[in-house]
């Protein structure tokens, strides 16, 4: 019933919206007389904010054109390679270049947001590996008859993800999980690592992850902790309006997700528009489309298919079944332990919030028979959950040191010393 309560309040403010655009476009026309003063940019400084506010974002474009290698620039292709119902596999192919380097699989997070999110992410690591994504689909969009989607699922698919691209090249890949899928795409490893699977990744690089959210609390945890699973049923699972390919499905609504963020940190986002609303009105259009930038892509959400959230919530949040040795998988025991040759690194940001440093370090317990060669630790200064994977932080000093550790493990001399 929310759900359809909100559909119908969007559509029943797109009039309000269209007024806004309306506004704005008629004060920032240099015809108009108004459009000189004080109150001409007030008025198309205050229309454009509400205008923001009310939008409803589709999936933001990736918006990677070209990448520069050694100083020349070559065309980013961005194609699916395998498409399932719930997600592709996505490839950004660097035209024209020939050079190996190596490849990763960024596991985007299914937590309300689309793959785009991570655009500074890829376009960082395309300079120097070749880059593949999961990107998740929203899933309104996914229609009912394609069945449930849970964690099991979400496992095999990493896992075909996998194969696929084994199957294509031979060569080591590198598995690099950002933000919520970092415990699922440890135990998806383990489980490869257990039966020696011929694709299992060289290493995995796990960032700002909710590995085993006991060591450490935030206002995340404390919200899964505190409540039932069936209190989450009744309160954040919705079935999709009928105007969507998904109709009826059950999901975890992207515009609950985007609230829930929102409702941490309500005095900065709410500055951030206001600060936007002054930079308009001073005529300052560069700070004022960063900022339009930001939350177009922030405020752009996906929904979350109902039995995966419901059990990464159990999962992660109140079993812990994962660091506990407990989680099963299709029946089947995820036994962290099975991991041996595997290279594990873990990044945390000093200041996150989410992820609060330590829950991604432990994952380096929960695998104790990785050596010490194998293994990498980096928590980065001044930095919080977005800055781990955005921004240039990431860029100028995390992204490089992933980099090395990746090409680290790449080296033969490395495995065999750990061996």
């Known amino acids: 019933m929310l759900y359809s309560m909100y559909d119908a309040r969007s559509r029943a403010l797109a009039p309000v919206r269209l007024m806004a655009e309306a506004t704005r476009l008629t004060f920032v026309n240099p015809f108009h007389p108004l459009s000189w003063t004080p109150l001409g940019r007030m008025m198309a400084a205050g229309s454009g904010v509400i205008e923001s506010l009310l939008a409803e974002r589709g999936k933001p474009e990736w918006g990677i054109d070209e990448v520069s290698v050694d100083g020349t620039s070559y065309p980013v292709e961005i194609e699916p390679v395998l498409s399932q119902p719930f997600g592709d596999l996505v490839r950004f192919k660097k035209a024209g270049f020939s050079r190996p380097q190596s490849r990763i699989l960024l596991v985007a997070p299914m937590s309300g947001h689309f793959a785009t999110l991570l655009r500074d992410t890829v376009r960082a690591l395309l300079i120097e590996n070749e880059v593949w994504i999961t990107d998740w689909r929203d899933a309104a969009q996914v229609p009912k008859s394609e069945g449930r989607f849970g964690v099991d699922a979400y496992m095999q698919y990493l896992m ?32 490869l690592a257990e039966e020696k699977a011929p694709h299992c990744p060289a290493s995995m690089v ?29 309160h954040v699972i919705h079935r999709v309006p009928a105007r969507f390919p998904g109709a009826n499905r059950k999901v975890y609504p992207g515009f609950l997700q985007l609230r829930a963020f929102w409702s941490m940190n309500p005095a900065r986002h709410a500055g951030a528009h206001w600060s936007m609303y002054k930079h308009l009105v001073r005529g300052d259009g ?30 992660v949040f109140r079993r812990h079944s994962l660091p506990k040795g407990e989680m099963m998988w299709k029946g089947r025991l995820v036994r962290p332990e099975t991991i041996r040759d595997v290279g594990l690194m873990t990044v945390e940001g000093e200041l996150d919030d989410i992820s609060a440093p330590a829950q991604t370090e432990a994952a380096h317990d929960i695998c104790p028979n990785i050596p010490e060669a194998l293994r990498e630790h980096l928590l980065q200064e001044n930095v919080g959950h977005y800055g781990i994977f955005n921004g240039r932080r990431w860029r100028e000093q995390i992204c490089p040191q992933i980099g090395a550790f990746v090409r680290r493990m790449e080296a033969g001399d490395v495995k065999q010393d750990a061996a």
């Open 206 to 234: 796990l960032m700002g992850g909710p590995v085993d959210t006991r060591a450490a609390s935030t206002v995340v945890t404390q919200v899964a902790e505190n409540r039932s699973i069936p209190w989450f049923e009744r």
């Open 286 to 315: 560069e700070s004022a489309e960063r900022t339009q930038t930001f939350y177009d892509e922030y405020m752009a959400v996906a929904d979350v298919a109902a039995d995966f959230f419901l059990e990464t919530v159990d999962h």
């Open 160 to 191: 075909d993800f996998l194969a696929h691209l084994h199957a294509e090249d031979p060569r080591p890949v590198h598995i690099m999980a950002v933000c919520q899928p970092a415990p699922l795409v440890l135990a998806t490893v383990a489980l």
